[in-house]
């Protein structure tokens, strides 16, 4: 039952206390260029969430296989294999998509959602809590692409799933299928799903610095950062 309970736990928590997008800010490059249709926001959060399972199982099996040192490279090799194989499903199945996505499909290779859940999740938890926690995130990110999509497809192109909305087709208002439209559409959503958040309980979200990124540790600028903030330290020390 506890098991049970955990799972559930784990399931739920990405869709919206910690949802990728719009309470931890990850993976904004997609959920902005991508989101100016329903289609083409569907398309981008399936494609993600089935490379996130995938890659989370896989990384978690082999968690005690992969050395530490070179962790990074295997996570983003084992990542870059089941894009590889999603890109060329949806070239095969879904010639439409793979245009509607463009280079924002193999660019999943490298979105901060997946290989953060590899480094802060799959490579510390067993195999069925990893998938379910990838499958959870990827609920979530798919959600908040959907809800960004649908706003901005509906009001800036009069339409939902390109079908034509009566009243509006004929009069879209276009600033919400261009990036400023993204923008106000995102900052609304995040507001939105923070103020619901905290009225449950949940604290608030906040923007983290390098420190929540998985290469933090061997990050050139991270540590010319840390010694200008020790310089700066021994400086105010030295003038008091």
């Known amino acids: 039952m506890a098991e049970k309970k955990s799972l559930g736990k784990e399931f739920t928590k990405g869709i919206l206390a910690e ?31 089935v490379v ?16 530490d040192k070179v962790r990074i490279p295997a996570y983003v090799v084992v990542i870059a294999s089941f894009v590889t194989i999603v890109q060329m499903l949806v070239k095969a ?11 924002y499909l193999p660019l999943i290779v490298v979105n901060c959602i997946i290989l953060g859940r590899a480094e802060a999740f799959a490579s510390k938890n067993p195999v069925l809590a990893s998938a379910v926690d990838g499958l959870g995130m990827g609920v979530g990110f798919t959600a908040a692409l959907f809800l960004m999509g649908a706003v901005r497809e509906i009001l800036g192109a009069g339409s939902f799933a390109g079908i034509s909305i009566p009243f509006l087709s004929s009069n879209p208002m276009l600033i919400f299928i261009l990036p400023p ?3 106000f559409v995102f900052g609304v ?16 979200a906040e923007l983290r610095g ?15 950062e840390a010694e200008c903030e020790n310089i700066s330290e021994e400086s105010k020390e030295a003038v008091s």
Request: hydrophobic share 40%.
């Open 19 to 49: 949802n990728p997008t719009l309470r931890l800010v990850l993976g904004t490059c997609p959920t902005l260029a991508t989101t100016t249709s329903v289609t083409s926001a569907l398309g981008m959060g399936v494609a993600a969430s």
């Open 52 to 67: 996130l399972v995938c890659s989370n199982i896989v990384i978690s099996a082999l968690r005690k296989v992969i050395p």
């Open 93 to 103: 199945f879904a010639p439409e998509l793979d245009e509607q996505l463009g280079v």
């Open 181 to 183: 439209g993204g923008f």
């Open 189 to 204: 959503l995040m507001a939105t799903v923070n103020r619901i958040a905290e009225s449950r309980g949940k604290p608030r």
């Open 210 to 224: 390098c420190e929540a990124c998985p290469m933090a540790a061997s990050c050139k600028l991270n540590k010319r």
